[in-house]
């Protein structure tokens, strides 16, 4: 398997980032130990869309990572601190 050094696959859309011009296109979030594009991460400012929480949850149960406390409306917060 060949990794690229700089590189990263978002979690959400399953894309590379962007690092052209060594812009570094991602956004790493400690609570969900991921990293996700900037795309995906001002889509779902307000909390994860409800399609992604499966996938979450999933993925927090596999590195063995609490589930952040929900927001008002029960939205799943993107980058709690
Ligand atoms: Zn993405």
């Known amino acids: 398997m060949i990794r690229k050094s ?3 696959t978002c979690f959400i ?3 590379d980032g962007q690092h052209s011009l060594g812009v ?3 956004k790493h979030i ?3 130990r991921t990293t996700v594009c900037a795309d995906c991460y001002r889509a779902n400012e307000t909390g ?3 399609h992604h929480v499966p996938k979450i949850m999933a ?3 596999n590195e063995g990572l609490p589930v952040p406390a929900r927001k ?4 799943l917060p993107l ?3």
């Open 48 to 50: 994860w869309a409800p």
């Open 72 to 75: 008002p409306g029960g939205w």
């Open 13 to 15: 859309c399953e894309g």
């Open 24 to 26: 570094f296109n991602g």
């Open 6 to 8: 700089a590189g990263f």
């Open 59 to 61: 993925h927090l149960q």
């Open 30 to 32: 400690d609570a969900y």
């Open 79 to 81: 980058d709690p601190n």
